[in-house]
């Protein structure tokens, strides 16, 4: 850390870290490393889960051109990855379509704002909590629940649930109604979940 601090700011050829430097502090790594290991946290390794890679791709296959829009429903990790790349990557797509909306929060305004956006027969509702009990999300689900049912939908044909393997609230209502679902590792918190189904799943589609 010491090397850190007393190089911050200075990033040229001079101030920087040469060589030498990483040369020297290379033994530490195998030792560092292996600390992280015995954590046993996958926010570093989750992107190598190509089971879950097969079957988002799989999964997109089978909705291709089905949904104009795509509305995610949760907050905090749970929209934070996805809206950070859709920021940086929105700019490289060469069409808008489906069109991303993340719902982070619960204000009746903004909710009242995507309503007036959006078809919902051409609407997918990606509903997404880590803990599966997430209040804010919950209602969000059951709030759209109710209104692809009014207007005569099969609301199972327009919510993806993604939330923990086993456990949870949001795991039982997938389980019991039959949603399509995608797992968010038990080793990866929420806020560093981007590489997993959390944020793959709305990047891909």
């Keep these: 850390m010491k090397i ?3 190089n911050l700011g200075k990033i040229d050829k001079a101030h920087g870290l040469n060589s030498d ?5 290379a033994k530490f790594i195998p030792e560092l490393l292996e600390k992280i290991h015995q954590k046993n946290q996958g926010f570093y390794t989750c ?3 190509n089971e879950q890679i097969v079957k988002i791709n799989n999964f997109v296959e089978t909705v291709k051109n089905k949904f104009k829009y795509i509305v995610v429903l949760g907050i905090g990790g749970s929209a934070l990855g996805t809206l950070t790349l859709e920021k940086s990557l929105k700019p490289f797509c060469k069409s808008n379509d489906p069109k991303l909306f993340v719902l982070d929060n619960i204000d009746p305004d903004v909710i009242a704002e995507v309503e007036e ?4 027969p051409e609407t997918v509702f990606l509903v997404v909590s880590k803990s599966g009990g997430t209040i804010e999300t919950l209602a969000q689900y059951f709030y759209f629940k109710q209104k692809l049912t009014q207007q005569g939908l099969d609301y199972k044909d327009h919510v993806v649930v993604v939330t923990d393997p086993a456990s949870g609230f949001l795991r039982q209502i997938a389980t019991d109604e039959g949603l399509k679902s995608f797992k968010v590792p038990q080793n990866v918190g929420g806020r560093f979940s981007v590489l997993t189904p959390v944020s793959l799943l709305p990047a891909r589609m």
């Design 4 to 6: 850190i601090v007393d």
């Design 21 to 25: 430097d990483f040369k020297k502090y």
């Design 47 to 49: 992107i190598d889960d």
């Design 117 to 120: 956006c959006i078809s919902l």
